[in-house]
């Protein structure tokens, strides 16, 4: 990775977790601490972030949300491992809608792993093409706009598919998860459609890793009592996990070495 690309790296990162330190960064990047440093002087000098004791913090309240690409490439072993504890929550014969996003299309990778026999609708690209040669797994992509950088399809068209359909299980993506914000995402057409989605189904699946929990993005999709059941790697000790758990929320935890827990 060029040191270009490193240093737009960890402005994503920042903007995603408002604070980092730079031990976690070189080991991120297998880099040296040193090396860090230097990438995070020349982003502070850019006005990106601010850099502190140990680390560095975003130099402003405002989050963007990150590509696409950096998603997939953050935490995917953790993504991993709760992508294993929403399939062992789907049962054979179910139509499900899986959303879009880096997490929910390390769902359908385990889903076409297991070759569980589902329905599926989707307005995802990219999850349609991870399940199009399974046998047994029945896809169906919205239509609607396509919205670059992410595969996904967003717009009137895809809400309008989606109310057609009555499906048992939706799994969404987000980009918060918090007792007062709720479920959010950062943009506008993906929460409705994750909104849509939740509307025709039985039960709604959030798929979260701890870094989302207790953060709230520009649009609120739902209460937290409005889902189902959290599928997170985060510690059962998480003030926002024992907050779901209040507000009625089925919650089951995920580690490494660990199957589901509830």
Do not use: W
Request: with cysteine; hydrophobic share 40%.
């Amino acid at each position: 990775m060029s040191v270009r690309e490193r240093r737009r790296c960890i402005a994503e990162q920042i903007n995603v977790l408002r604070e980092v330190e730079f031990g976690r960064l070189a080991e991120h990047f297998d880099v040296s601490e040193m090396t860090i440093r230097r990438d995070i002087d020349a982003l502070e000098e850019e006005g990106v972030l601010r850099r502190i004791v140990g680390g560095a913090i975003a130099a402003n309240g405002t989050a963007q949300e990150p590509s696409f690409r950096y998603r997939a490439s953050i935490a995917a072993q953790e993504k991993e491992h709760i992508a294993r504890g929403v399939v062992d929550l789907l049962s054979p014969g179910e139509t499900v809608i899986l959303d879009s996003g880096s997490t929910v299309l390390s769902v359908a990778r385990e889903i076409g792993q297991r070759k569980l026999p589902l329905t599926i609708v989707t307005p995802s690209v990219l999850v349609a093409i991870e399940l199009s040669e399974n046998e047994g797994i029945a896809v169906h992509l919205t239509g609607g706009m396509l919205r670059p950088g992410e595969l996904s399809l967003i717009g009137a068209e895809t809400t309008q598919n989606l109310s057609r359909f009555n499906c048992d299980t939706t799994v969404i993506g987000v980009a918060g998860v918090d007792s007062i914000g709720g479920i959010s995402d950062y943009h506008h057409e993906e929460a409705y459609v994750k909104r849509a989605a939740m509307n025709v189904s039985k039960r709604t699946i959030v798929a979260a890793d701890r870094s989302k929990l207790g953060k709230s993005a520009l649009v609120k999709i739902a209460s937290l009592s409005e889902i189902s059941a959290l599928v997170t790697d985060a510690s059962r000790h998480e003030l926002t996990v024992r907050e779901a758990e209040l507000a009625g929320v089925s919650m089951f935890t995920v580690a490494p070495s660990e199957g589901v827990g509830t």
